[in-house]
């Protein structure tokens, strides 16, 4: 990967704001801390960063590390895996995030879990095991194609293998939780 300065900085930028807001947006809502009209405003605000990103995307092809620095790829990474409403984008986003990744443009482990999310919301089993729902009893792998070869998959994508990656879940959406206040689906990613 390069560390030269990005392309367009501008986009970078943008990327990174849209990202960090959809993230702190999330985080409420995980915790139930929003109303019906905030709640509102975040389903706009996500289709509008989708509708921004699909304009990149159209105009650059992928937003590569070259394009906006690694920063901004990962924003860019993280607008389309949270682009749930639109799984069709999601899907055309994880094709052109591949291409990105055999051009040494980005990061394989973006692809995967981009992968598998395009892959459980159009009704598939993913492949890496990189998609969860919390539930308040507890943590589950999203529905997975050939669990017995799952590590080996994973550690093609530069994954750790799933029961580091579960623990690491577990630690970062269960300690200091009450059970009243987990939510009852809600889709995440494992490490």
Sequence with gaps: ?????????????????????SAVHRAKRVRNQLDAVQLGQGRHA?????????????????????????????AAWS???????EPDFQRAAAFLLQRAVKAGDALIQHWAHLHDRALINSGH???YGTQLLLRADGIELCPLRAPESLDERRTSVELPPIAVA????????????RTE???TVVLARAA
């Design 1 to 21: 990967m390069t560390t030269a300065a990005p392309q367009h900085p501008d986009l970078a930028r943008e990327l990174i704001a849209r990202a960090q807001a």
């Design 46 to 74: 996500e289709h509008a960063d989708t509708k921004f990103l699909r304009r990149i995307l159209g105009e650059h092809d992928w937003p590569g590390h070259r394009l906006v620095g690694p920063a901004g790829a990962r």
């Design 79 to 85: 607008i389309a895996l949270h682009s749930d409403h």
């Design 125 to 127: 089993d993913q492949e």
């Design 166 to 177: 579960l623990e690491t879940v577990r630690r970062r959406y269960t300690p200091n939780r």
């Design 181 to 183: 206040d987990a939510p």
